[in-house]
């Protein structure tokens, strides 16, 4: 497994900032979801024109890989109509993607609104992943949807990507969200979701409240928590899992977290002492 980090922690840095951080630090990829403070990473001047190519340059100079654009596409409205705009955001960051040499860009499912069920809901997603990696085969870039929201468990993403019918499609696997959302265990998730699996997540949480309160957890550093680190690794050995593993650090979300100078290298130092041997 290669190792990588969601830019999540450190939302508002440029592409220069991170990735200085990722050379220094010994990460082999970097998973984009925020840069300079913008998700709709298209729009910003360093993915256009000769800009790009210059980030393309240092990436490649510094010996990494964009290993996944991160989108805030969702497609569980009931109106049809803001489906379409969300699948016209994906293609431009599937463009995106495309060019920088990412395998993936993630969407989401993502929640079951008000006035909705869950089988209407469930469609509406798989017919949008249907269309989107249609568009995105022919630039070498598949559609991955993440295990979050009222859709987190394995066995619902493995649903809505049966449900899709499109070669192209995978999974983001987040065990975390589906352990907080589930109580999933790893080993049930890996079964259900197999080779679907493209890229995961990794992060670690403390208990801080009552049971059963989706809110009780708490990120912390990595090792400092309760979740099965080590146990994850194994599981993904078992699955012969050679992609990315993609260090979640929701600095953005979650603001009182540590900050990215410290909690990135921590991160990777953690790794190599404890499981890259593994």
């Known amino acids: 497994m ?12 440029t592409m220069s900032q991170i990735i200085a951080i990722a050379t220094t630090a010994g990460y082999d990829g970097i998973e984009l979801r925020f840069v300079e403070g913008e998700d709709s990473l298209w729009r910003l001047p360093v993915f256009q024109a000769a800009a790009l190519g210059s980030v393309k340059h240092a990436l490649a100079d510094h010996g990494l890989a964009i290993c996944c654009v991160d989108t805030s596409c969702r497609f569980d409205s009931p109106d049809a109509a803001e489906r379409e705009r969300w699948i016209e955001e994906g293609q431009r960051m599937s463009d995106l993607a495309g060019e920088l040499g990412a395998p993936g860009f993630r969407v989401f499912g993502d929640t079951i609104r008000g006035g909705s069920d869950r089988e209407s809901t469930r469609g509406w997603i798989a017919d949008s992943i249907r269309q989107l990696a249609e568009i995105a085969a022919p630039k070498g870039v598949d559609v991955w949807v993440e295990t979050h929201g009222d859709f987190a468990s394995a066995r619902e993403t493995a649903a809505i990507l049966a449900l899709s019918s499109a070669p192209k499609a995978g999974a983001v696997w987040d065990p975390i969200n589906c352990f907080i959302a589930t109580r999933e265990r790893l080993d049930n998730g890996a079964a259900v979701l197999g080779a679907a699996i493209r890229h995961v997540h990794i992060k670690d949480i403390r208990r801080k409240g009552g049971e059963g309160d989706e809110n009780s957890w708490q ?15 194994s599981t993904l050995k078992n699955l012969a899992y050679d992609r990315f593993l993609s260090f ?5 979300w979650h603001p009182e977290l540590a900050d990215a100078e410290f909690a990135l290298p921590h991160f990777a130092e953690w790794f190599r002492k404890n499981c890259a041997h593994g």
């Open 2 to 13: 290669r190792l990588s980090f969601s830019t999540l922690a450190c939302p508002d840095w």
């Open 219 to 233: 990120y912390v550093l990595t090792g400092r928590g309760e979740f099965p680190l080590q146990e994850l690794q």
């Open 248 to 252: 979640e650090w929701e600095k953005k």
